[in-house]
């Protein structure tokens, strides 16, 4: 009764180290580290097969590794063709898994199995040479692996080791693993719910960039970096020029591909100032905001999506202003400051019909224009501000 009251706890303590999890990797980490202590193993791995690539990918390697094995490797793969076991049930369609059934009832699922460092001979059940050979390679005297299934579909496996002179795992314990495999295959689904919300929640579902929320969160971060240790922040603020007509014309399908073609311009740019992060506000307005690059850079951009966007098909270019801490703009210390210089200094561009980012603090109207925006009614543009 004690051996069954272990494992229950041992069920309920890895689900809910992954329910605490926050990211694809603590929620990894923590299957790993849950099973290696459930079965009493020294090593545990969690793995992905990757169908259209023919492989089985580690995720995260826990517990004592040996030489050569990363916690989270960028690249440990296995043609899946290593791994007779594998093929048998890659493609197969699964039942849902049930955690708790009577011994000799079907669970719906591929149960775990257990391979020794002594391995039978070559053409018997259960041989497998690969895995075997990397048993004694690593210096472990036996594994139990078990598969994991998620949405009905074999999603990848579960690995967990003891060293030699360990006990050699038995039949209970592959049993107990296929159950670990089931709660760790919960887990994992409840992982990409929540990564799925998060992609949802700060993603424009028709550029594909980040949205507003995305950009007011790390536009906070990325200021108060500035404040404590100086970091230059910048942000480039756009409007796509001739949208409305194109959708007068042309129709809101067309207008939105416009939209999307500015986006993957933007992206483009984007991605010569390391870590930036492209947005869309809202309509027709874009941002890029970048952490590290010195101002010059941050310009250099603008004026190549200035002349790339110039180059859209239907489109009429794009108006662009530049605020970076790197320039004389005075001292930010909020978001809402950068967010109206930037602003202004967009509105300045858009007047003016420059095929060129006006920068903040490299224009003199810039600022007196921040601090004293313009209010009429008919006056569709209102600079943002947030407390």
């Known amino acids: 009764m004690g051996g069954e009251d272990a494992r229950l706890r041992a069920v309920v303590s890895l689900a809910q180290a992954m329910a605490a999890a926050h990211t694809p990797r603590e929620s990894w980490r923590a299957a790993a580290l ?3 202590e459930a079965l009493g193993g020294s090593f545990a791995a969690l793995s992905v097969w990757e169908r259209e690539l023919g492989r089985l990918r580690v995720l995260v390697n826990e517990g004592e590794r040996a030489h050569g094995e990363e916690e989270f490797p960028e690249d440990e793969t296995y043609p899946v063709h290593q791994f007779p076991e594998i093929t048998e049930f890659l493609h197969e369609r699964w039942g849902s898994p049930l955690l708790f ?15 020794t460092a002594v391995a039978p001979p070559e053409g018997d ?4 040479h690969e895995r075997v050979a990397a048993l004694r390679r690593r210096g472990r005297g036996c594994c139990v692996v ?19 002179g360990a006990a050699v795992f038995d039949a209970a314990d592959a049993d107990f693993a296929t159950v670990l495999a089931s709660v760790v295959a919960a887990g994992i689904a409840q992982t990409e719910r929540l990564e799925e919300v998060r992609r949802l929640a700060f993603t424009d579902p028709l550029t594909g960039l980040a949205n507003r929320r995305a950009v007011d969160m790390h536009l906070d971060e990325a200021v108060e970096r500035h404040r404590v240790g100086g970091s230059v922040v910048s942000l480039v603020v756009c409007d796509l020029n001739g949208l409305k007509r194109v959708n007068d014309t042309l129709g809101h399908a067309v207008g939105d591909r416009l939209l999307e073609r500015f986006g993957s311009v933007l992206s483009l740019c984007g991605a010569k100032l390391p870590g930036a992060l492209a947005a869309r506000l809202g309509g027709d307005e874009f941002c890029l905001l970048a ?7 941050v310009v250099a951009v603008g004026e190549e999506l ?4 110039g180059e859209l098909e239907l489109g009429e270019g794009v108006a662009c202003g530049v605020a970076s ?8 210390r909020s978001a ?5 210089l930037a602003d202004a200094a967009q509105y300045r561009a858009k007047a003016a019909r420059s095929a060129k980012p006006v920068v903040a603090g490299r224009d003199g109207a810039v600022l007196a224009l921040a601090e004293n925006p313009p209010t009429p009614p008919h006056d569709r543009r209102r600079f943002r501000g947030r407390s």
């Open 125 to 128: 059940a259960g041989y497998c």
């Open 306 to 309: 200035c002349l790339r966007a």
């Open 101 to 115: 059934k009577s011994p000799g009832e079907g669970r719906g699922e591929p149960n775990a199995w257990v391979e």
């Open 34 to 36: 849950g099973a290696q």
């Open 336 to 340: 809402r400051r950068l967010f109206r």
């Open 325 to 332: 801490t790197g320039d004389p703009i005075g001292e930010v």
């Open 291 to 297: 952490v590290g690059p010195s101002a010059d850079e």
């Open 146 to 164: 078990a598969p994991i299934v998620l949405h009905g579909r074999a999603w990848g496996e579960l690995y967990v080791a003891r060293p030699v």
